[in-house]
């Protein structure tokens, strides 16, 4: 179970979501990569995994527009596509930022 980020921030800008773990490591994550991997029933196969979503059709104008905390270990994000079902855990939200810093310091990172 991963401990609460110490900081969220909503980078509108930049449509990035940069977060701050109690470790002092700072991720950044795409509102776009975030809106394509949201987790929800909707947008992916609760049983396969399996994506339903076409993150072509993720508007490019893409806003943040509430953060809702679930919990203790998790937060509802809340887009202007008026999509907000998707629950993003720590976990998941530690395991984007992770896969997004890895593939901008290697280029050549294929997606697995
Ligand atoms: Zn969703």
């Known amino acids: 179970m991963t401990d609460a980020p110490t900081n969220i921030k909503a980078?509108?800008?930049?449509?990035?979501?940069?977060l701050t773990w109690q470790d002092g490591s700072?991720?950044?994550i795409t509102y776009?990569?975030?809106?394509?991997?949201?987790p929800c029933a909707a947008c992916r196969n609760e049983w396969t995994g399996e994506r339903i979503l076409d993150p072509m059709t993720i508007r490019?104008?893409?806003k943040l527009e509430g953060m809702e905390p679930v919990g203790a270990y998790a937060v509802r994000l809340a887009w202007n596509d008026g999509?907000?079902?998707g629950l993003f855990t720590w976990d998941t939200l530690l395991l984007l930022g992770q896969?997004?810093?890895k593939?901008?310091?290697e280029s050549t990172q294929s997606e697995a």
Do not use: F, G, Y
Request: with cysteine; aromatic share 0%.
């Open 11 to 18: 980078r509108q800008a930049d449509q990035t979501l940069e």
């Open 26 to 28: 700072v991720h950044e």
């Open 32 to 38: 776009h990569k975030l809106r394509a991997e949201c």
């Open 60 to 62: 490019p104008d893409l």
């Open 83 to 85: 999509h907000s079902s």
């Open 99 to 101: 896969n997004s810093t």
């Open 103 to 105: 593939i901008d310091a």
